[in-house]
């Protein structure tokens, strides 16, 4: 009897130990974890050779807002309404109207509206922004007392910055004569090559069972197995080669360093168009790889997907430090994929410097 409540007691002892080791060693991890964390963000800020001058000296300087940026964006801007804020601003551009649209400037407004959730949107508050800024007022003017309003228009402006705007086309006569035009208008590309045929839905935060529960960060673009990929915007290529999960797959940063294209589950033993490189930078509308089903799988180069498909992700950054972390800002790309249809590339040669 005696001996059982020895036994019982040091029980206890051992259970109420093990809590207190637990506890101490959490505490412990936490803090070395959360200095890792800000070494990382110094180690990315000086290893980053790609990040401007100005942009490290800014980080410099604002010491005290390091971690003053956007943590998280619900990307919800129907097509719909990505469709007509587009046209308002390309038509008034291309038009030459006295009065210039933008249109992330149109769905931040919006957006002060609405809460943030297109759902809500109503005509009644575009059409009364227009005539508000067709009377000569300016969207800071209509928008001094909101304080969302820059939440809005820097995240919609990491979303979609490099869409709209002027472009160059370049035109090879036969003479072997090159002439080029100075355009305004939609510049990005749909991630499908012109003529091949693909399906969707929006599949963003669906979760995933391979390797560990997850959510699902992008639109997977099911299509034949071939299908050329196309580069969504110019940019440069910050991962070119083996994932784990991703098999095969390309990451390419936008010039102005917002947005990190994704594109994944290329081609078994010819994912890549030729010459591409870590480093190289790619042009708007050109072919970078090929739709396969690699990925799922520790070894290189194995098809463990089961229907062949681009997944295709934007990830959008506001701090170098959000890169590689538990805090990446994915958003849902469904509707920016029905808008890009209005734009597909048969893919343009490159004439950068390889
Ligand atoms: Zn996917």
Avoid at 77 to 98: P, R
Avoid at 163 to 186: A, H, P, Q, R
Wanted: a negative charge.
């Amino acid at each position: 009897m005696l001996f059982i409540k020895t036994i019982k007691i040091s029980k206890k002892i051992i259970i109420f130990t093990t809590i207190l080791i637990f506890l101490l060693a959490s505490i412990i991890l936490f803090y070395s974890f959360a200095n890792t964390d800000s070494s990382n963000n110094d180690n990315n800020l000086n290893i980053s050779d790609n990040s401007t001058n100005s942009h490290n000296s800014d980080e410099n300087d604002n010491s005290d807002k390091k971690n003053d940026f956007i943590k998280w964006v619900d990307f919800n801007v129907t097509y719909e309404l990505l469709d007509k804020t587009a046209k308002l601003d390309i038509d008034s551009h291309t038009q030459n109207s006295n009065i210039k649209y933008n249109w992330i400037e149109l769905l931040a407004y919006l957006a002060c509206k609405n809460g943030g959730n297109f759902k809500n949107f109503k005509q009644k508050d575009l059409d009364t922004l227009l005539s508000e800024l067709q009377k000569g007022k300016t969207i800071e003017d209509l928008t001094k007392n909101n304080k969302y309003y820059s939440y809005y228009y820097e995240s919609y402006s990491a979303a979609l910055g490099g869409f709209i705007g002027n472009y160059t086309v370049e035109t090879e006569l036969e003479d072997g004569t090159k002439t080029s035009e100075e355009k305004y208008g939609l510049k990005a590309f749909l991630p499908i090559a012109k003529n091949y045929a693909f399906s969707h839905y929006d599949d963003f935060g669906n979760s995933r069972s391979y390797g560990f529960k997850r959510t699902h960060l992008g639109n997977d673009l099911m299509g034949s197995i071939g299908t050329p990929i196309i580069a969504v915007e110019s940019g440069t290529i910050e991962h070119l080669g083996w994932n784990q999960y991703g098999g095969w797959r390309i990451g390419i940063r936008s010039f102005d360093k917002k947005r990190y294209y994704y594109y994944a589950h290329l081609r078994k033993n010819h994912p890549y168009a030729e010459g591409l490189e870590e480093g190289y930078t790619v042009k708007a509308g050109e072919i970078i790889g090929y739709l396969g089903m690699t990925g799922y799988s520790i070894k290189e180069n194995v098809n463990n997907i089961n229907v062949p498909h681009l997944h295709f992700g934007i990830q959008l950054v506001f701090d170098e430090s959000q890169i590689d972390s538990a805090n990446e800002v994915w958003i849902d790309v469904y509707n920016i994929i029905e808008f890009l249809k209005k734009n597909r590339s048969k893919g343009i040669k490159s004439d950068t410097s390889f």
